[in-house]
């Protein structure tokens, strides 16, 4: 690792999915060298190289040793994996899971951290990185003050963020995106098997995601389930009868907000 807190020897990018892509572009555009891409797929390996002018292999034996800093942003059971088949010789390795601790790299690694993005990422669309909060975790001082640099580097929003909290962070974003995105999903659904479009419902959706924000969740709730609306729920549970799997969450989710607001009322 340089003695500066330059990444003169550049940067090895460990996958080439949707975090991996949007962090080397970052990184490429804010004028640090990605150097090197590895990925088990050759053709996504090229596929992002060919972007940020980097060399690029799916065997793990091309990986250069003498590069600062080794960014894993991978599927996380497959962190560790690659990680132990690595050869690095002073640089950092880090990785980029919000459930991950950081302590997968102890024992292993002169130099390690955590470089986590709280976005939701797809290759396809284009993401203001300069928004998105960075969260960092570091098992040293200079290391973690080199992984703020180059957060800084691509974003205005670094944390320090320790293992433990980062988990409950990550835990509240599966709630907040993935979950929220399923039941999208559920609604795309049911809207084309009654022959309407899902664009009637985007109105909707702007407008609650914006009272959430504004508001605070607690106080932008509305619908049946608050109100203890029977009659429209039984009529909703009927109407799912065709979609057990819908029904059931429809259930358990209306029994969690009516439960959530007694709790608040009382």
């Known amino acids: ?153 691509i974003t205005k929003s670094v944390f320090e963020i320790d293992s433990e909290k980062r988990k409950a962070i990550h835990l509240a974003a599966v709630f907040s995106c993935n979950f929220v995105n399923h039941m999208y999903f559920i609604s795309s659904e049911l809207m084309q098997n009654s022959n309407s479009t899902f664009d009637l419902l985007k109105p909707l959706i702007i407008e609650t995601v914006n009272k959430a924000i504004e508001m605070q969740p607690e106080n932008a709730q509305t619908g049946p389930a608050l109100r203890n609306d029977k009659k429209v729920i039984e009529n909703h549970i009927k109407m799912l009868s065709r979609y057990p799997e819908f029904e059931n969450i429809y259930r358990f989710v209306s029994d969690s907000i009516y439960k959530s607001n007694s709790k608040r009322e009382n």
Not at 1 to 21: C, E, R, Y
């Open 1 to 153: 690792m340089s003695k500066n807190n330059a990444f003169d020897n550049g940067i090895v990018i460990l996958g080439a999915g949707n975090v991996a892509t949007h962090l080397a572009i970052a990184f490429f555009k804010s004028n640090n060298k990605v150097r090197f891409v590895y990925n088990r797929s050759i053709n996504s390996a090229k596929e992002l190289a060919l972007q940020i002018n980097a060399e690029y292999s799916d065997d793990l034996k091309h990986v250069p040793s003498d590069a600062d800093l080794y960014l894993i942003s991978v599927k996380d059971d497959a962190i560790e994996g690659i990680a132990n088949k690595l050869n690095i010789k002073h640089g950092i390795i880090v990785h980029t899971a919000g459930g991950i601790s950081l302590d997968i790299f102890a024992n292993t690694f002169e130099n390690f951290g955590v470089f986590y993005p709280l976005q939701t990422f797809t290759k396809s669309r284009k993401i203001d990185l300069s928004e998105v909060p960075i969260l960092i975790e570091a098992n040293n001082e200079i290391t973690k003050s080199k992984l703020f640099q180059l957060a800084f580097n």
